[in-house]
């Protein structure tokens, strides 16, 4: 499993897409961060990372669904699919390595916006006035949301060999499980059960965690829906052989 998970890391750097979308992904933040008018944190007049977090799930997005399109729509289209699962590595231990990888470098991205939250604390009046709770409590959010989204990512990969069609269905996928039902949740026709339907939603337990409380139901909920679509991926797998 680890020399397959190592190969995912080398694969995804060594190609042009890693630079593009990482830079892409840190450009973005920064230009909301510190450029664009009443969105920049010097202009907000405040010690907070708001903006970073409430941008980052929707940028993850594409940052993810590019990520992860490659994990086994790429092997399917170069024909190297039958002969990684007939090597002495089990379905879930192949499964579990592409994700894997693909969390790291999720991880890996975030690691340059440390460098924010250590300038808004050094520029706080007086040095230090920031909620570093809620903030560490934030990231832990959006690493559980990325593992999400990653887990939504190599399920659309594993559905077809053309890479665009599993970007595309991946960014869909993760739209609309983010999103979705807390939309769906304000029609007045789902009123009667309105809080089950926003509580379905990757939202409402993203936005329970970046308060700065970490409650083991939004944990286990965001364990479980990452277990439910890597099942998915291995189901997908045990079928297409």
Aim: hydrophobic share 55%.
């Amino acid at each position: 499993m680890f020399p397959l998970f190592v190969k995912e890391i080398r694969s995804f750097l060594s190609s042009l897409i890693a630079i593009v979308v990482i830079v892409v992904f840190l450009l973005a933040i920064g230009l909301f961060m510190w450029i664009f008018p009443d969105s920049n944190a010097l202009d907000y007049g405040y010690s907070n990372m708001d903006i970073l977090f409430s941008m980052a799930p929707w940028i993850f997005i594409f940052l993810i669904s590019a990520i992860t399109m490659r994990s086994f729509a790429e092997e399917k289209r170069l024909g190297t699919f039958e002969s990684l699962v007939t090597k002495p590595i089990s379905d879930l231990q192949i499964v579990l390595a592409k994700y894997l990888a693909g969390l790291v470098l999720v991880v890996f991205s975030l690691l340059p916006t440390l460098l924010y939250y250590y300038t808004i604390y050094q520029l706080g009046a007086p040095k230090g006035n920031i909620d570093s709770g809620a903030i560490w409590g934030s990231y832990i959010g959006l690493i559980l949301l990325g593992s999400c989204y990653v887990s939504i990512g190599v399920f659309a990969s594993s559905i077809t060999e053309n890479q665009i069609i599993a970007f595309i269905v991946s960014m869909f996928l993760c739209f609309f499980c983010f999103s979705a039902f807390e939309q769906l949740s304000k029609l007045t026709v789902f009123s009667s059960f309105d809080y089950i339907l926003e509580w379905l939603g990757i939202n409402y337990h993203y936005q329970s965690i970046s308060r700065g409380v970490l409650d083991t139901r939004d944990v286990v909920y965001f364990l479980s829906f990452t277990a439910l679509f890597l099942g998915f991926t291995f189901n997908r797998m045990n079928k297409g052989k």
